[in-house]
């Protein structure tokens, strides 16, 4: 690949990681579009890693928070009188067994789809039909309420359900930040805490599919260091501030504005397989 088809590939790794129209559908197409049939696998890590670190920067002191939470967990243990009491009045607590909950089905289907996902990455009907799944999916959050429950009443049942639907975002074409936020949504979780618990939720699934992925045989790439280097820093740009809309919009309650790009691409992904 030339410079302007790596820019091009960081711009939609980063726009598209933290907007609901799916990176991996994203990446697909334009892979296609590009000409290249076969995935550049270590490329498409390191622009993850470029996009990780900005959910690092964006929700830098809630991860602060949670890890100087996990390290005094034995404190707090000890001067609690049981779990479910502090559980109940700690919200980083919760916050922090929530996230491990939440990881459990992710890995589970990450890695029992794994083979099979990566087949998908290569169909483009696939990324056609899920398209149009993600954008049904963000619709239907217009109708909910502007305000929901707190991470105080946040269940494990709550964590289970976002951390499945985040595992069967391993299919292309299926928006993991827009399905994970408008489940929490439907659940009848507050918007803020939606797209906090959301992204604080894909760090170890993104940590988890990077180390995977770094034991695959098609490990090698044809890209030159420095223009890796280049897509990854693209995208960890872009990625910060189409987090920070994302995060808007979220709040603003207007999710639903993604669906008909959702449906178009969608449509068009469809007919590009056809004809």
Same mark, same amino acid.
């Given at each position: 690949?030339?410079?302007?088809?790596?820019?091009?590939?960081?711009?939609?790794?980063?726009?598209?990681?933290?907007?609901?129209?799916?990176?991996?559908?994203?990446?697909?197409?334009?892979?296609?579009?590009?000409?290249?049939?076969?995935?550049?696998?270590?490329?498409?890590?390191?622009?993850?890693?470029?996009?990780?670190?900005?959910?690092?920067?964006?929700?830098?002191?809630?991860?602060?928070?949670?890890?100087?939470?996990?390290?005094?967990?034995?404190?707090?243990?000890?001067?609690?009188?049981?779990?479910?009491?502090?559980?109940?009045?700690?919200?980083?607590?919760r916050m922090v067994v929530l996230i491990l909950?939440?990881?459990?089905?992710?890995?589970?289907?990450?890695?029992?789809?794994?083979?099979?996902?990566?087949?998908?990455?290569?169909?483009?009907?696939?990324?056609? $039909?899920?398209? &149009?799944?993600?954008?049904? =999916? *963000? #619709? %239907?959050?217009? +109708?909910?309420?502007?305000?929901?429950?707190?991470?105080?009443?946040?269940?494990?049942?709550?964590?289970?359900?976002?951390?499945?639907?985040?595992?069967?975002a391993i299919l292309p074409g299926i928006s993991?930040?827009?399905?994970?936020?408008?489940?929490?949504?439907?659940?009848?979780?507050?918007?803020?805490?939606?797209?906090?618990?959301?992204?604080?939720?894909?760090?170890?699934?993104?940590?988890?599919?990077?180390?995977?992925?770094?034991?695959?045989?098609?490990?090698?790439?044809?890209?030159?260091?420095?223009?890796?280097?280049?897509?990854?820093?693209?995208?960890?740009? $872009?990625?910060? &501030?189409?987090?920070?809309? =994302? *995060? #808007? %919009?979220?709040? +603003?309650?207007?999710?639903?504005?993604?669906?008909?790009?959702?449906?178009?691409?969608?449509?068009?992904?469809?007919?590009?397989?056809?004809?």
């Amino acid at each position: 690949m030339d410079i302007l088809n790596i820019v091009i590939l960081g711009i939609v790794q980063g726009l598209t990681e933290f907007l609901p129209v799916s990176s991996s559908g994203h990446l697909v197409l334009m892979q296609q579009l590009l000409g290249l049939h076969e995935p550049e696998l270590l490329f498409d890590i390191c622009v993850h890693i470029g996009t990780l670190a900005a959910v690092c920067v964006v929700f830098f002191r809630d991860i602060l928070g949670l890890m100087r939470t996990t390290f005094r967990l034995p404190h707090l243990l000890r001067s609690s009188a049981n779990v479910r009491s502090l559980l109940k009045t700690n919200d980083e607590v919760r916050m922090v067994v929530l996230i491990l909950v939440g990881s459990i089905p992710t890995a589970f289907l990450g890695l029992l789809f794994r083979e099979i996902a990566d087949q998908l990455f290569s169909s483009i009907w696939v990324v056609g $039909v899920t398209l &149009l799944v993600t954008g049904t =999916l *963000l #619709w %239907f959050t217009s +109708k909910l309420p502007q305000s929901g429950r707190n991470v105080s009443a946040m269940s494990i049942r709550d964590a289970l359900m976002i951390g499945l639907i985040q595992g069967l975002a391993i299919l292309p074409g299926i928006s993991r930040s827009g399905s994970t936020i408008s489940v929490a949504l439907y659940l009848g979780i507050d918007r803020k805490l939606a797209g906090r618990y959301s992204f604080l939720l894909s760090i170890p699934a993104i940590v988890g599919a990077l180390v995977i992925s770094l034991d695959s045989s098609k490990i090698s790439s044809s890209i030159s260091a420095q223009l890796i280097i280049l897509g990854t820093l693209i995208a960890a740009v $872009v990625g910060y &501030l189409a987090l920070k809309l =994302l *995060l #808007w %919009f979220v709040n +603003k309650g207007q999710l639903n504005y993604f669906s008909p790009y959702c449906w178009i691409l969608g449509v068009g992904a469809l007919l590009w397989a056809m004809f």
